[in-house]
């Protein structure tokens, strides 16, 4: 005798969604149970068509049902959430019992629906969600140059460089975007005074603009102050919905703040960003030597090649007008000639550098005449000037 939908539903209250680790009735994923002539069929709603759990959550489906007695077939079928019910899911995921805290972001906006799945049928998932037809904007055939900003260590002012340099190259006259990778210590939107969030239309998601600066950051999808706890295949998920379902609109530059180190994150910035050129920013304490060797070896591990030094914090300029060198000297110099790269630029310590990022308003924009703001110009024409030729540095060793 065939089982009825209240049994079905009943077994399926001990499925868990592997990456949530939450039964699938208590996530709201299941939309539909059909039972006919001992055929089950099983309707599951996933946040986005490519979702890495999906042939998992096809496997335990298919393995629950049939333990039922008198079952001969079971069919898994797949819906897409639209972006409301994919926002449900996270925030019932981040409820007691789920992670300790998930974002959400608008998933795959209008995404056509995956339709039926059987185990082995799943088209093998693309990086960049091919399978749907979202092509990647920043592929190798891209006019866009992709300028990833990385540090050896943190706090050297990597995303007030990056800020920075990204209104600077719009001054410039350049198309410019930025992408805020540093998902744990996101600070782009704030540096860049942006209040609005982005559009969400049916396909795709509007970053917003200041200063000539489009910006997409994880920012935007996090309430204030919350510690973000990503497990990685949403991580994952969330960085190619910003550079897929972005309309970036084909900028010239895309200013990419790094995340720290050469974790998931930054590998699949790389992955996602084939052509991206490495600049490491750096203070001018001459412990160059440890910074050198962690840019190498990230630089090696995510197969992109290392085009330039970045001095920050290079000297104070006293009230007298004397350069003072409150952080020693010869850092940037020292790291450009370990790495075997051009020292690109050097940018003053100046308390309105830190004022314009605080209040969201850049030093670049408010005081286009300082000594940083001309550095930061100076960097840009740089940075412009190298052309978009992918370097490689068979020197650049890992000790
Ligand atoms: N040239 C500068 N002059 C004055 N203050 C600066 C300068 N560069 C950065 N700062 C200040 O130093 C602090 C750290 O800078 P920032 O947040 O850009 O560093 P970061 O390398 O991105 O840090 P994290 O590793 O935490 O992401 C900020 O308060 C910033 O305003
Ligand atoms: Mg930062």
């Known amino acids: 005798m065939s089982p009825s939908s209240e049994q079905v539903m009943g077994v399926l209250t001990k499925v868990e969604e592997p990456e949530l680790r939450r039964s ?14 001992r055929k089950v069929s099983v309707t599951v709603a996933l946040p986005a068509a490519d979702s890495a759990s999906r042939v998992e959550i096809s496997t335990r489906v298919r393995a629950a049902v049939a333990g039922l007695g008198g079952v001969k077939d079971v069919a898994v079928n797949f819906v897409v959430m639209n972006p409301q019910e994919a926002e449900a899911l996270t925030r019932t ?34 990086p960049l969600g091919h399978e749907q037809g979202r092509a990647n904007p920043f592929g190798t055939n891209s006019r866009t140059r992709v300028i990833g900003i990385s540090s050896g ?5 990597k995303s007030t460089v990056t800020v920075n340099l990204a209104v600077a190259l719009a001054q410039a006259g350049h198309d410019v975007a930025l992408l805020d990778a540093d ?10 005074g942006i209040t609005e969030e982005p559009t969400v239309s049916d396909l795709k998601m509007t970053p917003p603009e200041a200063h000539g600066v489009r910006c997409m950051s994880m920012g935007f999808f996090l309430e204030d102050e919350q510690p973000v706890v990503w497990r990685g295949p949403m991580l994952h998920k969330a960085l190619e919905q910003f550079l897929v379902d972005v309309d970036w609109g084909d900028p010239e530059f895309l200013l990419v703040d790094m995340p720290p180190g050469t974790g998931d994150v930054a590998l699949s910035m790389a992955q996602y960003l084939p052509t991206s050129e490495m600049y490491v920013v750096t203070t001018p304490q ?14 090696k591990k995510l197969k992109l090649p290392m085009r ?7 000297w104070w300029r006293s009230p007298g007008g004397e350069r003072e060198y409150i952080f020693g000297q010869g850092g940037g110099t020292q790291l450009a000639e370990e790495l075997g790269v051009t020292l690109l ?11 314009g990022g605080d209040s969201g308003a ?5 005081a286009s005449d300082s000594e940083a703001s001309h550095a930061f110009a100076n960097l840009a024409k740089a940075v412009a000037g190298k052309g978009r030729t992918r370097v490689f540095h068979p020197e650049l060793t890992v000790r």
């Open 308 to 314: 330039g030094v970045i001095e920050n914090m290079s």
């Open 362 to 366: 850049p030093i670049t924009v408010t």
């Open 183 to 192: 998902v744990y210590g996101f600070s782009v939107p704030g540096m860049l």
């Open 93 to 126: 995921a981040a409820t007691p019992g789920g992670p300790r805290r998930s974002a959400s972001i608008p998933v795959s906006a209008g995404a056509p629906a995956a339709g039926n799945s059987q185990p082995g049928a799943t088209a093998p998932r693309s």
């Open 153 to 157: 260590k943190g706090g050297v002012g």
């Open 286 to 299: 001459p412990a160059a030597r440890k910074v050198a060797q962690r840019s190498a070896y990230m630089a």
């Open 24 to 37: 699938l009735t208590d996530l709201g994923m299941i939309r539909d149970v059909e039972v006919r002539r």
């Open 345 to 355: 630029g050097q940018i003053p310590l100046d308390t309105a550098v830190r004022e």
